[in-house]
T-cell receptor, first 113, second 115 residues
Framework: DAKTTQPTSMDCAEGRAANLPCNHS???????VYWYRQIHSQGPQYIIH???NNETNEMASLIITEDRKSSTLILPHATLRDTAVYYC??????????????FGQGTILTVHP | DSGVTQTPKHLITATGQRVTLRCSPR?????VYWYQQSLDQGLQFLIQ???????AKGNILERFSAQQFPDLHSELNLSSLELGDSALYFC??????????????FGAGTRLSVL
């Protein structure tokens, strides 16, 4: 699976949009981008995923650049409950790595009042 | 609530002992995954089962083993426990249909403390 690079930490004011970047410059054509978050030792929570088009769901939006080498997770109106570690994961749809998710260090997002 | 149930929530045991962690996947999910999260290693994939068969393996120690039963629940067995095995153990499940993407839903985890 392609390697991802994320900032170690970010801050955001409550009510403002949180934009979390992820670099995945070695991504290949059949690899999907997934975002998960983990709130204080709870189980990781799925947020969103995409291949090449921008995606939106009730939790967030995912913007993937045209060359697919980077993406941004957008939380449109961050709340204190969005404080968590956010993981950007690139995973091949098939092959021997089909099963696993490879978690990096993620971005610690802190939402301030 | 992800729909994935893990028991027990906490487990305290001594070095050299053996423990069993249990996971019930979401209804309809055929795949179960086990992950370990320790302070120094982060979240690490251990093993995946699909419909009772082992499908993928990560850096799982030989002292650890897992199985998935006909009712699709899974157990992770940890034996000859060492202090370094203290960690959070997460189970995840997915439908695992033949498609390009696959979402894993995680349980709340079992916190294992080896004293």
């Amino acid at each position: 699976d392609a390697k991802t690079t994320q900032p170690t930490s970010m801050d955001c004011a409550e009510g403002r949009a949180a934009n979390l970047p992820c670099n995945h410059s070695t991504i290949s054509g059949n690899e999907y981008v997934y975002w998960y978050r983990q709130i204080h030792s709870q189980g990781p929570q799925y947020i969103i995923h995409g291949l090449k088009n921008n995606e939106t769901n009730e939790m967030a939006s995912l913007i993937i650049t045209e060359d697919r080498k980077s993406s941004t997770l957008i939380l449109p109106h961050a709340t204190l409950r969005d404080t968590a570690v956010y993981y950007c994961i690139v995973r091949d749809a098939g092959g021997t790595s089909y099963g696993k998710l490879t978690f990096g260090q993620g971005t610690i997002l802190t939402v301030h009042p | 609530d992800s729909g994935v149930t893990q028991t027990p929530k906490h487990l305290i045991t001594a070095t050299g002992q053996r423990v069993t962690l249990r996971c019930s996947p979401r209804s309809g999910d055929l795949s179960v995954y086990w992950y370990q999260q320790s302070l120094d290693q982060g979240l690490q994939f251990l093993i995946q089962y699909y419909n009772g068969e082992e499908r993928a393996k990560g850096n799982i120690l030989e002292r650890f083993s897992a199985q998935q039963f006909p009712d699709l629940h899974s157990e992770l067995n940890l034996s000859s426990l060492e202090l370094g095995d203290s960690a959070l153990y997460f189970c995840a499940s997915s439908v695992d249909l033949d498609r390009g993407w696959n979402i894993q839903y995680f349980g709340a985890g079992t916190r294992l403390s080896v004293l």
